[in-house]
């Protein structure tokens, strides 16, 4: 069962990933002086998405666990993981941790884009 959800997934994120750049790149315009719009659409959409695929499974829906796992970790986590992390901070909101929300929340992107930067330094202290 274990190898069907990990093909799911995989197929999943492709599809996802292949949405995120179709759609970022039909959105973003050189007109908008660097601006991402594109990638910003696709968060904004893909946490969206994400909200009516979870609740509608909770609500409506009685899919297999192959199905959640292809729709939510695999398309959407490949159009955006952005609309993972939003769901793990509304769950966290909604449980009331509002503590572990903000650092959640805070920190993930303060370290991701430290993390980043921390990236780029190493390489070009490499390479550069």
Same mark, same amino acid.
């Given at each position: 069962?274990?190898?069907?959800?990990?093909?799911?997934?995989?197929?999943?994120?492709?599809?996802?990933?292949?949405?995120?750049?179709?759609?970022?790149?039909?959105?973003?315009?050189?007109?908008?002086?660097?601006?991402?719009?594109?990638?910003?659409?696709?968060?904004?959409?893909?946490?969206?998405?994400?909200?009516?695929?979870?609740?509608?499974?909770?609500?409506?829906?009685?899919?297999?666990?192959?199905?959640?796992?292809?729709?939510?970790?695999?398309?959407?986590? /490949?159009?955006?993981?952005? #609309?993972?992390?939003? +769901?793990? @901070?509304? *769950?966290?909101?909604? $449980?009331?941790? !509002?503590?572990?929300?903000?650092?959640?929340?805070? /920190?993930?992107?303060?370290? #991701?884009?430290?993390? +980043?930067? @921390?990236? *780029?330094?190493?390489? $070009?202290?490499? !390479?550069?």
């Amino acid at each position: 069962m274990r190898a069907i959800i990990l093909a799911a997934v995989g197929v999943g994120g492709a599809i996802g990933s292949m949405a995120r750049y179709l759609i970022a790149g039909w959105v973003q315009s050189p007109a908008w002086n660097g601006f991402p719009y594109g990638i910003f659409i696709v968060n904004v959409t893909g946490g969206f998405v994400m909200g009516l695929l979870v609740e509608g499974m909770a609500l409506k829906f009685n899919v297999t666990p192959v199905t959640r796992a292809f729709l939510t970790t695999g398309i959407m986590g /490949g159009y955006t993981t952005f #609309s993972t992390f939003s +769901l793990e @901070a509304a *769950l966290l909101i909604e $449980r009331h941790a !509002y503590g572990q929300a903000s650092v959640y929340i805070a /920190g993930s992107a303060l370290l #991701s884009i430290i993390a +980043l930067f @921390a990236g *780029l330094w190493l390489m $070009r202290s490499i !390479y550069a």
